[in-house]
C-alpha cells in the first residue's frame, strides 16, 4: 500500500501538471504510435507541444485519428537526419523539455532497410544531442531508446541499466549505439556534475513491448492479432514461446514524465540510463498473451507457423527495474491482464479514438482526483 500511495502522488495529473500546464516540450516521433499517446497527455496537461517527425505512414494512423495537428503549437513533418533543419526548430522554439522518440521501430524492418535504421535511430539522437549544445537555457532531456539494447544470449536474465549493451539485429544495435551517443554526449557536454552552468539534464529510457489501442504497425503482435480478429481469420504465431516485457503504452509514459520532473528539480542525480518495465510476472509468451486476447475479445483462434527460414529474434527479454522504483517511485499500475485487457477494449470500442484515448488517460492519471 505505500508503494501505490507513493506512486499516486507523483504519477497524477496534479502532480504532472505543475511542471508541464504552460511548458514548451519539443517531442520528436510525435506522428508515431507511442509519440500520438504522449502527444495526448501532454495536451491533458496544458503543455505546449511543438513535433518533429515523418508524416504519419497511412491515413487511419492514431496520430490522425486524434487529431493531432490540431494538439500542436506547430507539428514539422520532415527527417530527423537532417541536423541543420532539426538543430534551426529546436532552437528556434527554445524548449522546456525535449523528449526524443523519433525512431524506426521494428526489427523485421530493420533486417531489410539497415543502414536505414542506424542512420534514425543512431545519428538521428546524436543530431538531437548535438542541437542542444547549442540551447542557452535550461531543458530536460528524456531519450527514448529500447529494452533491445542489451547483449542478449537468451540467458533468462533480468537486464540491469549497467549490463554489456550489444545487438544481434541491426535495429537492436542502433538502439544500444544511440545509448552510447547518448552516455559520450551526457559525459563530454553535458556532464551532470556541471549541469549548474550548462542547465541540460539527459536520461535515456530503456522501454519497449509495448501494447495499447492505436497501433497499427506490421509484424506486432496486437495489431496482428486485431486484425485476424476483424477479418474473421486465424492469428499466426510466428515465435509463440518468446517472452517479452509487455506493458500498455501509458506506463512508460508516465513513467519518462515522472523521471523529467525528477530531473527538472535535481539534474545530477537523475541524468542516467532507466529500465522501465512490468512486474516479473508479467512477462508474458507471445502465446500466453495471444490467449488473454482472444479471451478478452470472446473470439478467435490462433495457429503456430510452421519452421520456416527467418531472421533472428530473442527469444527471451526481461528488465530488472530496481533503479527507477528505487530512484523515483515509480512502479507499474497494470499487470498483464489488465494492460490485455484495456487494449482490446480499445479496438472493439466504436467511439472515436481520441475520446477513448483521452478517457483512458483521465482514468490513468486520476485527472479527476
Not at 506512486?7 to 508541464?20: I, N, P, Q, W
Not at 497527455?41 to 496520430?63: M, R, S, T
Not at 524506426?104 to 535511430?121: A, D, R
Amino acid at each position: 500500500m505505500g508503494n501505490e500511495s507513493n506512486l499516486e502522488k507523483m504519477v497524477t495529473y496534479s502532480y504532472l501538471k505543475k511542471y508541464f500546464e504552460g511548458k514548451k516540450v519539443f517531442l520528436t516521433g510525435h506522428t508515431g504510435f507511442k509519440g500520438s499517446w504522449l502527444l495526448q497527455i501532454l495536451e491533458v496537461l496544458g503543455a505546449e507541444v511543438k513535433g518533429f517527425a515523418l508524416p504519419p505512414e497511412n491515413d487511419h494512423d492514431l496520430y490522425h485519428l486524434i487529431n493531432g495537428d490540431q494538439l500542436c503549437k506547430s507539428s514539422i513533418l520532415h527527417d530527423i537526419r537532417d541536423a541543420s533543419k532539426l538543430r534551426y526548430e529546436l532552437l528556434h522554439y527554445e524548449p522546456d523539455f525535449v523528449f526524443h522518440m523519433a525512431a524506426q521501430p521494428l526489427v523485421l524492418e530493420s533486417y531489410k532497410e539497415p543502414l536505414y535504421t542506424f542512420e534514425v535511430n543512431a545519428q538521428g539522437t546524436a543530431n538531437v544531442l548535438d542541437a542542444l549544445k547549442h540551447l542557452q537555457k535550461k531543458c530536460v532531456v528524456v531519450c527514448i531508446t529500447t529494452d533491445k539494447v542489451y547483449e542478449n544470449n537468451d540467458g533468462h536474465k533480468a537486464f540491469k541499466e549497467d549490463d554489456k549493451l550489444g545487438g544481434y539485429d541491426p535495429y537492436s544495435a542502433s538502439k544500444a549505439a544511440a545509448e552510447i551517443i547518448i552516455s559520450s554526449y551526457r559525459s563530454s557536454f553535458f556532464n551532470p556534475e556541471h549541469a549548474h552552468i550548462h542547465q541540460k539534464a539527459i536520461a535515456s529510457v530503456r522501454a519497449g513491448n509495448v501494447i495499447g489501442g492505436g497501433d497499427f504497425a506490421t509484424n506486432r503482435i496486437i495489431p496482428d492479432i486485431v486484425k485476424a480478429i476483424k477479418a474473421g481469420e486465424e492469428i499466426m504465431l510466428r515465435n509463440p514461446h518468446a517472452t517479452r516485457p509487455w506493458q500498455h503504452v501509458i506506463e512508460p509514459l508516465g513513467a519518462y514524465l515522472l523521471i523529467a520532473t525528477k530531473m527538472a528539480e535535481d539534474a545530477k542525480k537523475y541524468s542516467t540510463a532507466y529500465n522501465i518495465g512490468p512486474n516479473p510476472q508479467d512477462v508474458l509468451s507471445v502465446e500466453m498473451l495471444t490467449q488473454i486476447a482472444i479471451q478478452q475479445a470472446a473470439t478467435g483462434t490462433y495457429r503456430i507457423q510452421e519452421h520456416t527460414q527467418k531472421p533472428h529474434e530473442a527469444s527471451t527479454l526481461m528488465l530488472d527495474i530496481s533503479k527507477v522504483t528505487q530512484d523515483t517511485g515509480w512502479q507499474p499500475v497494470y499487470n498483464a491482464q489488465k494492460a490485455i485487457a484495456k487494449t482490446m477494449d480499445w479496438y472493439f470500442d466504436t467511439r472515436n479514438a481520441a475520446t477513448k484515448c483521452t478517457e483512458h488517460i483521465h482514468e490513468y492519471f486520476h485527472w479527476n482526483e
